[in-house]
């Protein structure tokens, strides 16, 4: 079975600093990856998915993230975090060519420093 | 608007009161499911529906009944909740195809159990 690993459950930056998540998955063969983010008391929205074209993915409010197969990585970054990001991001993974959902990283809770 | 809509949003009950959470989506997705959030668990699928009358068990099944008797409907009914069962609950569909298309999270059902 499909397991994601999100490295941190709790995140801290400085407003304009550089943003790093890290989640790694376990998967003899690539899977389908995503990042969701979850504002308080709301439901999750994707960011962005990587489905097997470029590794460097870009997503949306210019968060990107990099598949890395040799390192079962799919690390999420952003140049310069606004206070606006402050969230909690889950790193998910879907088999391919299955039926089956997504299994889902614990979370990082991301916090943005004035 | 494409959305899925669950209700209620919040929801207090006590243990052995049977209760349903309704899950409704206007896209006209085939892939439905139940997720339940625990803090630092991520999201644990409870099941998931491939199709109307298609349906399976996913991560934490016990104690949860679904049904698809409808393509927009994927009612979660808990027969008799317990305290455990406090949690946060999301539903989501996507259409039908490999894991490579983006879920679409409803609100969340905020559920306690006393």
């Known amino acids: 079975a499909q397991s994601v690993t999100q490295l941190g459950s709790h995140v801290s930056v400085s407003e304009g600093a550089l943003v790093l998540l890290r989640c790694n998955y376990s998967?003899?063969?690539?899977?389908?990856l995503f990042w969701y983010v979850q504002y308080p008391n709301q439901g999750l929205q994707l960011l962005l998915k990587y489905t097997s074209a470029a590794t460097l993915v870009k997503g949306i409010n210019g968060f990107e993230a990099e598949f890395k197969k040799s390192e079962t990585s799919f690390h999420l970054t952003k140049p310069s975090a606004h206070m606006s990001d402050a969230a909690e991001y889950f790193c998910?993974?879907?088999?391919?060519?299955?039926?089956?959902?997504?299994?889902f990283g614990s979370g990082t809770q991301l916090t943005v420093l004035p | 608007e494409a959305q899925v809509t669950q209700n209620p949003r919040y929801l207090i009950t006590v243990t052995g009161k049977k209760l349903t959470v309704t899950c409704s989506q206007n896209?006209?997705?085939?892939?439905m499911s139940w997720y339940r959030q625990d803090p630092g668990l991520g999201l644990r699928q409870i099941y998931y529906s491939m199709n109307v009358e298609v349906t399976d068990k996913g991560d934490v099944p016990e104690g949860y009944k679904v049904s698809r008797k409808e393509k927009r409907n994927f009612p979660l009914i808990l027969e008799s909740p317990s305290p455990n069962q406090t949690s946060l609950y999301f539903c989501?569909?996507?259409?039908?195809?490999?894991?490579?298309?983006?879920?679409?999270f409803g609100p969340g059902t905020r559920l306690t159990v006393t």
């Open positions: 989501a569909s996507r259409p039908a195809g490999t894991g490579g298309h983006e879920q679409y």
């Open positions: 896209m006209n997705h085939e892939y």
């Open positions: 998910a993974v879907s088999d391919r060519g299955s039926a089956r959902q997504l299994t």
């Open positions: 998967s003899s063969v690539p899977p389908y």
